[in-house]
């Protein structure tokens, strides 16, 4: 550890103490670059990973059958008698 301590020192030296507000500038845009590039390939190994050990998830109403209710005004009929009608509900207006 003392040595990466002595040559950001060193550099310090040579660049910081010259121009701290252009070092400063630097060094953040650095630290940003190292950081954001480092937790993007994290992304990168995260999605592989899990594409590769997930199962896909069930497919749900895939084959749902026939309904089982009956008679008039129930989900499977809502016509009157062997008519079926179907509508898009009406929006209400004070919908957003």
Not at 9 to 26: A, H, R
Not at 60 to 72: E, Y
Request: charged share 15%; no cysteine; glycine share 10%.
């Amino acid at each position: 550890m003392d040595n990466i301590m002595d040559w950001l020192k060193f550099l310090y030296q040579l660049f910081g103490s010259k121009y701290p507000t252009t070092s400063l500038i630097v060094v953040s845009v650095f630290g940003a670059i190292l950081s954001g590039g480092s937790w993007w390939l994290i992304g990168l190994k995260y999605e592989n990973d899990s594409a590769r050990h997930s199962a896909p998830p069930p497919r749900i109403g895939v084959h749902t059958g026939p309904a089982t209710t009956t008679g008039n005004n129930s989900p499977a009929n809502t016509g009157s008698g062997n008519v079926t009608t179907y509508q898009r509900p009406e929006k209400s207006s004070n919908t957003r």
